[in-house]
């Protein structure tokens, strides 16, 4: 069995290798997470999906949104450790499932993965919105096969 806050004790004041620090002069600096399960993005106890055995979190594949939870009882199988739930499309129907699953789970993770899936939802539709658009194709051109051309052209100007 895991005790969540010796994973966290040994996380935070060690090593962990999602943990990415700021560096600014005169100020505190600020711990950000890059597990890609991390709720906020922050390392902190609450939102770290390492030290909690019960979290939960929206993923994106291919364009649909998945609500990922981990439970206790799932810790001794890692492969089957998360659960996924496909969220419906329409939003108001996928929050509707987000509250349904996550009924008793703690308010902190309920409104962080709302709000996780508002952003998610919305680059998503800016996606759909720019891949409509037409836009001229950009073709690079070598630099060097330019120079080259040039010289060439000079050239047969001189000898004319």
């Given at each position: 069995?895991?005790?969540?806050?010796?994973?966290?004790?040994?996380?935070?004041?060690?090593?962990?290798?999602?943990?990415?620090?700021?560096?600014?002069?005169?100020?505190?600096?600020?711990?950000?997470?890059?597990?890609?399960?991390?709720?906020?993005?922050?390392?902190?106890?609450?939102?770290?999906?390492?030290?909690n055995s019960r979290y939960a979190?929206?993923?994106?594949?291919?364009?649909?949104?998945?609500?990922?939870?981990?439970?206790?009882?799932?810790?001794?199988?890692?492969?089957?450790?998360?659960?996924?739930?496909?969220?419906?499309?329409?939003?108001?129907?996928?929050?509707?499932?987000?509250?349904?699953?996550?009924?008793?789970?703690?308010?902190?993770?309920?409104?962080?993965?709302?709000?996780?899936?508002?952003?998610?939802?919305?680059?998503?539709?800016?996606?759909?919105?720019?891949?409509?658009?037409?836009?001229?194709?950009?073709?690079?051109?070598?630099?060097?096969?330019?120079?080259?051309?040039?010289?060439?052209?000079?050239?047969?100007?001189?000898?004319?």
């Amino acid at each position: 069995m895991q005790n969540d806050e010796i994973i966290w004790q040994v996380i935070n004041q060690h090593h962990c290798s999602f943990k990415v620090s700021t560096k600014l002069q005169g100020k505190d600096t600020q711990n950000f997470c890059r597990n890609k399960h991390n709720v906020t993005g922050l390392c902190n106890r609450s939102s770290c999906p390492l030290a909690n055995s019960r979290y939960a979190t929206i993923l994106e594949e291919k364009g649909r949104c998945y609500l990922l939870m981990k439970t206790i009882e799932r810790a001794h199988s890692p492969k089957n450790l998360w659960q996924r739930v496909k969220l419906n499309r329409n939003y108001a129907k996928a929050l509707e499932q987000i509250d349904s699953h996550l009924q008793y789970w703690p308010k902190f993770l309920v409104h962080k993965n709302k709000q996780r899936l508002t952003k998610i939802t919305q680059y998503l539709i800016r996606m759909k919105k720019l891949a409509l658009k037409v836009r001229p194709k950009l073709v690079t051109i070598p630099k060097r096969t330019e120079k080259v051309e040039r010289k060439r052209e000079a050239k047969a100007e001189a000898a004319s």
